[in-house]
């Protein structure tokens, strides 16, 4: 098993692949001229240019921003979620989860998200952590 290294270090390995994320998917939207992630589906929507050192400067000045946030904020932000039942919270976003599913996709999506959530718990039973097996998101992203 992994040795717990805090919240500070999840805060910090989830703000480095979300951003790797969103640098890769920037220059995929670029290079191929088609969205790989929501924000990015949202962004082609808007009909802004794909000019990549301006959009490159903004994930630059929004990290910036966000390291600020969490160098100011993150402690007490640490010590109130910490201090809520994590399993209530689950429960609560799994069962709302599964409503908006049904809602949307129907049984067929309700399987798929069965199928999702069982996988999404195999990390956690062998000992390893989550965050670290984000990386197969960037190869469907590269390819």
Known sequence: ??????PRAFVVA???VST????????ALVAL?????????????TGVPHVLPV???SVAIAAAAGFVLVVVLGDRYLAVVGRVDTTV??????CFLAVLVAAFTGTVGLVVF??????????????????????????????
């Open 55 to 57: 959009l490159l400067a």
């Open 114 to 143: 069965a199928a999702s959530t069982v996988v999404g718990l195999v990390p956690g039973r062998f000992g390893s952590r989550r965050m670290s097996c984000m990386g197969v998101l960037l190869v469907p992203l590269a390819l």
């Open 14 to 16: 989830s703000s480095g």
């Open 20 to 27: 790797a994320n969103t640098v890769f998917a920037l220059f």
């Open 33 to 45: 001229g088609s969205p790989r992630t929501g924000v990015l589906v949202a962004l082609e929507e």
């Open 89 to 94: 919270v689950c429960l609560a976003v799994l």
């Open 1 to 6: 098993m992994l040795p717990d290294r805090g």
